[in-house]
């Protein structure tokens, strides 16, 4: 057995393992993107807004303001609340139709 031969078909079995484990991520990455994808567009779809990156970071912004206007009320800061969930408030009816 020629020793030239060893190392070709160690090559190709290892050449073959990690074409088949890049296929596989490759298709799981790919998954999880179109699962991601589908999700904000029925979300933008949902709420009638484009579904741009700036929308969904305005949609972000919008939920923290409210998310801290509640945290505020919460602590006996009514002035600070309500300037926060009027903010808040105020973001996302800019962003839904």
């Known amino acids: 057995?020629?020793?030239?031969?060893?190392?070709?078909?160690?090559?190709?079995?290892?050449?073959?393992?990690?074409?088949?484990?890049?296929?596989?991520?490759?298709?799981?990455?790919?998954?999880?993107?179109?699962?991601?994808?589908?999700?904000?567009?029925g979300l933008s779809r949902t709420l009638g807004m484009n579904p741009t990156l700036l929308g969904l970071l305005a949609l972000v912004l919008g939920l923290a303001l409210l998310v801290a206007g509640v945290r505020a009320l919460l602590r006996r800061s009514f002035v600070g609340g309500a300037i926060y969930l009027l903010l808040g408030l105020w973001v996302l009816s800019g962003l839904i139709r």
């Open 1 to 41: 057995m020629q020793a030239g031969n060893v190392f070709e078909w160690l090559g190709e079995a290892v050449g073959a393992a990690l074409r088949y484990l890049v296929e596989g991520l490759g298709g799981l990455f790919g998954s999880v993107a179109r699962a991601g994808a589908q999700f904000l567009d």
